[in-house]
């Protein structure tokens, strides 16, 4: 038996010869971990070269295991392995002074797998281990996918599993292409207020407008032009300093200044040419958020306006750009895709759901197929929706949604509505509790 709780020491700091070492030693256990592998998966891949057949290992390990990518080969290695594989995780945290939530794993049998399912136990806290039984079954399609569906329930995964199969749900990626905003490198520097525009003189040429950092302003259906403006009276940083040929002469004083701050000397600025002319893709046709407190949000660009790296752009196919900007955003604000956030989003210490590009590709919304369907339903409701957003009332807002897509899309009854509600609202509450406790 082997039992551990390895250091969590993510990539960036593992490095050198101590990288090579780590990943030498699971290679030789038969395990090849990425370049971003943190030193706990070389740990538990390494531990298994000291078990007997049949032997079993027990690891205390940051809840990582369950959804990053570089993870994967760990989580295939696992059922390959053993017999068993158990899963605990727990609703308080274990280690108050620890930012990292951590799960326990079991398993056992070694060299007596493979095995097509892990069992999960959730529990309140450690005291409950006293009570572990067989757990729940679950069987990844793929060895290597993400574990984290596992929490949402059998109920809700089948759900959202037949949505996909029937196409009431596709993919983000079905809609269009997702893409990082432009990276600065100084956000500080670059971007600009209206009142800091005009303070410094800079010319139209020296300008593009942009939607300003952050996402707050990105929690109704659109960005108008209205509210792009009311946001630049309001001293919000609308534009970016991006001269797309020769700057204006007030562009070149601006320029001198940030090179006497050293702006120029930061990695992303040193590495092109000229220094401040940012790369930028074009306009897209919808905003979505990056980092989020509750759940990603799609809002239409109807300012036409660009977008820097607090949020991505997302860009739709020639036909169905046009359905795709009216009611898209509206057709996903559901209780599934939020829940489907959730799965395949990666959540951190401070509770916090991040959703890369590669993430969001993989966001269930409605298939272009219900939405053109159901265009009529989903129209009638777009401006009471509109309103209640702008009166915070976000849930009454997805309860209409729900009635359309949940109810009428994919005819859902009560029972099944209220268990992807319960569902969601669990791995919902697990981050917020995170969050609080790191706070406190």
Known sequence: MVIGNPPYVR?????GVDRQRSRAAAKEA?????????????????????????GRMAFVLPAELMFVNYAGSVRQMLLERFANVHLVVFEQRLFADAQEEVVLLLAEGYQQGPTAHFNLHQFRNAED?????????????????????????????SILSSALAHGHLSTLKAWGETSLGAVTGNNKWFTLSRERVQELGLAEQDLIRISPPGSRHLRGLELDEAMWQRLGEHGSATYLFRPAANPSTAGESFIASGELEAVDQAYKCRVRSPWWRVPVLSVPDLFMTYMNADTPRLTTN?????????IHGVYLG??????????LPLASLNTLTMLGAEIIGRSYGGGILKVEPREADVLPVPSITMVQAHTHELRSIKDTVRQLLAQGHKQEATDLVDRIVLGSMLELDKDAVQALRAARQNMLERRKARSKAVKG
């Open 11 to 15: 990539y960036q700091l593992h490095r």
């Open 30 to 54: 038969g395990v090849e971990l990425n370049e971003l592998a943190s030193i706990w998966a070389a740990f538990v891949v390494h531990a298994t070269s000291f078990l007997a057949q049949g």
């Open 129 to 157: 281990l006293a009570q572990l039984g067989a757990g729940t079954q679950h069987a990844p399609v793929q060895k290597a996918e993400r574990w984290t569906g596992s929490l949402v329930g059998i109920e809700a995964q």
């Open 302 to 310: 109807q300012a036409g306006v660009h977008h820097i790296n607090s």
């Open 318 to 327: 020639a036909d169905v750009r046009e359905l795709g900007r009216e009611l």
